[in-house]
């Protein structure tokens, strides 16, 4: 059994945060998931912990 990985779940504000320990990256259209590695095998799910096969 994998254990979950909670997603950051975006947020919109009016400012970004500013400081070294922020990175920011540009999301212009698809869908978020998590890879999880057990061994040498690797599974892609969303966070709804569904397989996205496609990535099989």
């Known amino acids: ?3 979950r990985v909670e997603p950051i ?3 919109l504000v009016k400012q ?3 400081g070294p ?3 920011y990256e540009l999301k ?4 978020r998931g998590t890879l999880y590695v057990e061994g040498s095998r ?3 799910l969303s966070k709804a912990m569904k397989p996205l ?3 099989d």
Do not use: C, S
Request: aromatic share 22%.
């Open 1 to 3: 059994m994998l254990p």
């Open 9 to 11: 779940l975006p947020q």
């Open 53 to 55: 096969r496609r990535f």
């Open 42 to 44: 690797g599974r892609f």
């Open 16 to 18: 970004l945060p500013r």
């Open 21 to 23: 320990q922020w990175v």
């Open 28 to 31: 212009f259209d698809g869908f």
